[in-house]
């Protein structure tokens, strides 16, 4: 017995529409086991205190700013967040703290920023880390900070034009 066209089109339909389902079912469930079994940070790592943070926080390059850039809001203090990971992304763990300072400078484009801190970030200890592509400015740089562990600087464009952000990043937490 042969099936209509349409018959055809409509069986195909449920055949993806049920795979899909199917597949993030699958998805749905392996994240909700692998969060009954580690749901919650263990006790008495991440950032106690956020120590880490404070020393993040008070990292003299965050208060240089180029001639005529003004701050843009207050310094904004992220602390240590537990990840509880996920399917395909990575296993549970502790995400490091950061800081981010805003500033506007209508006077300089993005290269400009880039290059001027240059010469800061060498003058504070910070050593150039990544390059993206041929871009002969580093993508960010890096530094041990007081409390032995790494932390990255990164003077990235922000949300609008003329504003930048300063980021340091602290290395994730074991």
Known sequence: MAISRKTAKIIIALTIISTLITGYGVYYVFNTVLNMVNPTPPPGSGDPGNIRLHVIANQPILKVLPPGATLDGKLQLLPASWNSGEIGGGGAGWNGESVIQNFADPTMNYTQV??????????????????????????????????????NFDPSPGDTNSTYELLIAGDTID
């Open 114 to 151: 880039q290059e001027f801190y240059i010469s800061v970030a060498k003058r504070y200890g910070w050593t150039p880390s990544k390059q993206y592509w041929s871009y002969p400015i580093p993508a960010y740089w890096t530094k041990k900070l007081p409390g032995g562990f790494n932390a």
